[in-house]
């Protein structure tokens, strides 16, 4: 089983809609969560961090954590274009950032 | 926020050469900083962790005599692609954290592109 699971999708959303991309990890003790953004060609970039359970939210981006279920998403309200993106899940493994695979955002107008 | 810069963003070398790619934190002081390898359309693989003032730890698979890591200060982290094949043709990115704690976000670096012809 892999670390950290991603659905590669794509997912394909209407402009305004709400997407919702999911994470799993495999790690229990895991305690740090993290989603980041990576547009073709480019790094990735930090969109949100989540450490407890529950909801984060920052403008329109909304952090679920259930260490329970062992699972992590992140949810984009009112999606544009411009977030039609590869979005990587990342889970701190001992001192080490582990990531998925990403899932691809397309957002169509 | 941290800022982390990659140079350079891209090169192109023949088979045999080696290259140098650097990294600077340049707002923060980074102890540990990070290489990832990405090829396309997967994801971030770690390659090794790199410690200022100490050898660098890499991860299963990696070859320490051909990826060479130098993290001589506080804000700089090299990283040498010896004998470069065609095969090592990838987005090499490096990232640091900003902070100690081990749940610090890290922040990357711009990448650098490497084709080897």
């Known amino acids: 089983q892999k670390e950290v699971e991603q659905n590669s999708g794509p997912l394909s959303v209407p402009e305004g809609a709400i997407a919702s991309l999911n994470c799993t990890y495999s790690?229990?003790?895991?305690?740090?969560f993290f989603w980041y953004r990576q547009y073709s060609g480019k790094s990735p970039e930090l969109i949100m961090s989540?450490?407890?359970?529950g909801d984060k939210e920052d403008g329109r981006f909304t952090a679920q954590l259930n260490k329970a279920s062992q699972y992590v998403s992140l949810l984009i309200r009112d999606s544009q274009p411009s977030d039609s993106a590869t979005y990587l899940c990342?889970?701190?493994?001992?001192?080490?950032?582990?990531f998925g695979t990403g899932t691809r955002l397309q957002v169509f107008p | 926020g941290a800022v982390v810069s990659q140079h350079p963003s891209r090169v192109i070398c023949k088979s045999g050469t080696s290259v140098k790619i650097e990294c600077r934190s340049l707002?923060?002081?980074?102890?540990?900083m990070f290489w990832y390898r990405q090829f396309p359309k997967k994801s971030l693989m770690l390659m090794a962790t790199?410690?200022?003032?100490?050898?660098?730890?890499?991860e299963q698979g990696v070859e320490k005599d051909k990826f060479l890591i130098n993290h001589a200060s506080l804000t700089l982290s090299t990283l040498t692609v010896t004998s470069a094949h065609p095969e090592d043709s990838s987005f090499y990115i490096c990232?640091?954290?900003?902070?100690?704690?081990?749940?610090?976000?890290?922040?990357f670096g711009n990448g650098t592109r490497l084709t080897v012809t």
């Open positions: 990232s640091a954290r900003d902070g100690s704690a081990d749940n610090s976000p890290l922040h």
């Open positions: 707002d923060f002081q980074a102890t540990t």
């Open positions: 990342a889970v701190v493994n001992t001192d080490k950032l582990i």
């Open positions: 790690d229990r003790v895991s305690q740090s």
């Open positions: 989540i450490y407890s359970n």
């Open positions: 790199s410690n200022e003032g100490s050898k660098a730890t890499y």
